[in-house]
C-alpha cells in the first residue's frame, strides 16, 4: 500500500515561547516532498480518483505553484499520468520542481483563470482524465485533516488555540474536519490573511452584523457574491494587491468552508494584517528556526512575534498566561529563496524610513484595529 504521506514534526519553540510568554509548537508541515500541506489532501483526492478510473486515470491540475507541485508529487507515488496546466511567466525553477515529478506541463494563457479554462477543457475531452482541486473539495478536507488528528497523538492536551493562514480555505476547511474528527471542535482558530487577498476575513464579516467601516466600506476591487447553495455570502476579488496573492490570493473563498467556519462551536477569529508583518515574520523564523517559508506561511507566524498581538487573540489573566498552550500550523510552500529574504529585509528598510515610527494596522474581527511597533532591521 502506498503512504501517502509522512507524520510531519510537532516540535516546541523555545525562541517562541519564552517571547510569547506561553507554550508555542509548530506542526512542520512544509516537511513535506511537495514541501506545503498540500500533499495531504490532494494525495487522498488522487487515490480516491484512482480507485475510481484505475491505473489509467489522468489527473490534471490548473496552477501557478503549490498545488501544482502537489497534485504532481501526489500522481507520481501513486503511479498516475499528471498533467499541470500553468500561466505564462512561472518562473523556471517551478517548472523544473513540476517536471521532476514526472509530470507534463502545459504553459497557457496569460492569467490563472486561461490556465484554468484549457486545464478545464481538457478533462472534458478525456473520459479518464479528472481535474483536481485547488482547496474548494471535502475530500481535500479530509486528507488536510489529518494533521489535526496527528497533533492530538503529539500534545497531551487541547491547545488553547490553533493559527492558520487562510486563502480560499482548504487550509482551513481540513483544520475544522480534523478538529470536529478529534473532539477538537470547542477549540479557537485564529485564521489569518494579508491586506489585498483577504477574501476569506471579507466574507465572515458579509455573513455577520457589520458594525465598522472596514466591513461596511469594501476596497473597489471586491463584489459581493450570493445565490450559492451553501446560502452565504463571500467577497470576490477581482484584483489583488498583496505580495502572499501568489498563494493566498484565492479571487473567493469556500463557501462550504465559510458556513463551516461560521457554524463551528470554538469559532473562527479572523485577522487582516499587512505584508510587511508577514516579511519579519518570515525573517524572523530564518534567523530563529533556519528554515526559509513564504509569505503565506509566515502570515500565520505574524502574532507569534508580537506579543502585543497574541495576547488579544489568546487572551489570559497573569495567573494563567504561562499556561497557554498554542499551536501554528507552518503550512509551508516552494516559492521562497535567500534572496527573497533579502529583499523583504530591504523593503522593511526602505519602509521603516519612510514611514518611521509609525505602527503597522493589523484588523482583527469586525473591524477592531491595533498598532504594533515597527521592528528594526
Known sequence: MTTLWQETPLIQSQYISRLLGCSAYLKLENLHPSHSFKQRGLSLFVERAKERYGPSLHAIAASGGNAGLAAASASNRLGVRCTVYIPKGVAERTLQLIKGENAQVIVVGDFYSQALKAAQDAVDAEEEAVMI???????????????????????????????????????????????????????????????????FHYSMLLNGQRSSPFSQNLPSYVEIIEGNEEHVRLAHFSAFSSMASGSLGASQPSARVVKMALERSGRVKCVTVPDELSMQAAIDFSRDHKQLIELACSTTLTPAYNASLFDKLVPADESTRGDRVVVFIVCGGFKISIKDILDYEAILQ????????????????????????????
Open 350 to 377: 526602505t519602509s521603516s524610513a519612510s514611514k518611521g515610527s509609525e505602527g503597522w494596522e493589523v484588523v482583527i474581527g469586525d473591524g477592531e484595529t491595533t498598532l504594533l511597533e515597527r521592528h528594526r532591521i
Open 133 to 199: 482541486p485547488a482547496y474548494d473539495d471535502p475530500i481535500l478536507w479530509e486528507g488536510h485533516g489529518s494533521m489535526i488528528s496527528e497533533i492530538s497523538q503529539q500534545l497531551d492536551r487541547k491547545p488553547d488555540a490553533i493559527f492558520c493562514s487562510v486563502g480560499g480555505g482548504g487550509l482551513l476547511g481540513g483544520i475544522i474536519t480534523g478538529c470536529e474528527k478529534s473532539g477538537w471542535s470547542d477549540v479557537p482558530i485564529v485564521a489569518l490573511e494579508t491586506e489585498g487577498s483577504n477574501c
